[in-house]
């Protein structure tokens, strides 16, 4: 059915926003102080639960972009939906840590195949104009799904209870993933049906030093946004003392403030072409704000949180919009994104368990170290990329 492309667009970030929700769903503290509770759970066990949902893509991101270029995009976005149904269906129905956790792998298969599919989807609906604002826009849904985590899904809980989350996401994907079904358009070519040459693409694409630099940069953004999105409600109150209503706040804050930033960082990229430029200069910013994470006073607390954000939105953004120029060739784009997305998959797999385990035994003074080190990293590998672009920019 032929629609408008902000049409999918919405529809792919509806999408996007619910598969976030469930990543997340239970960092509210009064909604895992009752999942501990009813599966009788130690800390490490939730730990393991809450980053598990990186498991899967760590071993399906590469064969993900294999499968977008062989079924194209529309098939892999509605498996995208169809695992996330079934991992929170599963979920509602049992209270049994195992198998919950393998509900959990199962609703990580989504989290395999969203970044690739949905940059590739936006790669073709946006060939045109506008790339840069709807890559911006699309890098908001975790942001915006995190806003929901921390406002709506408490309400949920004290309505009708802890395992109505789960049923409702379930819902929820059931639904968007018809809507991918009747809406979206099918980006597969009939020569990619073989696997040599989507073998032999790979190669190339792994053989590229720009994307493996870019998904090392990649994996220092996913690395500190992930541990904030898990660590920020705990840390608001055990650092800064801060009541439930305000840690809250801060909370949702950092979630509702990558919606404007994504706005922005899209359009100026559109406008200055130098997204790694931006890109650079947003990692010096965020190394600043990791150290200062437990050093803020209270009084200006809200000015880190949106600080960070910010440079996590810009970062991400700048790194995703450079992907198909460095990749060079058109049919090298599906694999380029699947790499560099299966590092995004390895730093939110591992960034969690790291530094909550120092902050469990050293206290936030020693888990903000890594966060810090991490984000210089990222500027690192994006200074060599800000020199080419106004090398570039001086030739024009």
Same mark, same amino acid.
């Given at each position: 059915m032929k629609v408008s !492309?902000?049409? !999918?667009?919405?529809?792919?970030?509806?999408?996007?926003?619910?598969?976030?929700?469930?990543?997340? !769903?239970i960092s509210p503290t009064d909604l895992r102080e009752s999942f501990i509770a009813e599966l009788q759970l130690s800390?490490?066990?939730? &730990?393991?639960?809450?980053?598990?949902?990186?498991?899967?893509? =760590? @071993?399906?991101?590469?064969?993900?972009?294999n499968l977008v270029k062989r079924f194209g995009a529309k098939w892999i976005s509605i498996v995208i939906m169809a695992a996330l149904f079934l991992g929170n269906i599963i979920g509602y129905f049992t209270n049994t840590y195992w198998l919950m956790l393998l509900a959990r792998i199962i609703e990580g =298969?989504? @989290? &395999?195949?969203?970044?690739?599919?949905?940059? =590739?989807l936006i790669t073709n609906w946006f060939k045109d104009s506008g790339y840069g604002l709807a890559v911006g826009i699309f890098g908001t849904f975790s942001a915006f799904g995190y806003a929901a985590v921390i406002y709506l899904l408490p309400m949920l809980f004290e309505q009708f209870g802890l395992k109505s989350i789960w049923l409702t996401l379930g819902i929820a994907a059931a639904i968007i993933g018809l809507f991918f079904l009747f809406f979206f358009e099918n980006t597969a070519k009939k020569e990619e049906g073989d696997s040599k040459p989507v073998v032999g693409s790979f190669r190339e694409a792994l053989s590229n030093p720009g994307i493996m630099m870019l998904a090392i940069a990649m994996l220092?953004?996913?690395?500190?946004? @992930?541990? @904030?999105l898990d660590g920020y409600p705990t840390m608001f109150k055990s650092v800064y003392n801060l009541g439930d209503d305000a840690s809250k706040l801060n909370a949702m804050l950092?979630?509702? =403030?990558?919606?404007?930033?994504?706005?922005?960082?899209g359009y100026l990229i559109e406008r200055t072409g130098k997204p790694l430029t931006i890109g650079f200069f947003s990692f010096i910013i965020m190394a600043l704000a990791c150290f200062l994470t437990d050093k803020t006073p209270v009084s200006i607390l809200v000015l880190q949180v949106i600080v960070l954000s910010t440079c996590i939105g810009f970062t991400s953004t700048c790194i995703a919009a450079s992907i198909p120029k460095v990749a060079v060739k058109s049919q090298l784009i599906e694999d380029s994104f699947a790499i560099v997305y299966l590092f995004y998959y390895i730093g939110a797999l591992i960034g969690i368990p790291l530094v909550s385990g120092l902050v469990s035994s050293y206290g936030w003074q020693v888990g903000v170290l890594p966060l810090t080190g991490i984000a210089l990293l990222g500027a690192m590998i994006a200074y060599p990329f800000m020199r080419k672009e106004f090398r570039v920019k001086a030739q024009a």
């Open positions: !492309k902000w049409f !999918k667009l919405a529809l792919l970030y509806l999408g996007a926003i619910i598969l976030s929700v469930s990543q997340m !769903k800390p490490i066990e939730v &730990s393991i639960y809450v980053s598990i949902f990186a498991f899967a893509p =760590v @071993f399906l991101a590469i064969p993900g972009g =298969v989504s @989290f &395999s195949f969203i970044m690739v599919t949905g940059m =590739v220092t953004v996913s690395f500190i946004l @992930f541990t @904030f950092f979630g509702l =403030v990558g919606i404007p930033v994504g706005l922005l960082i």
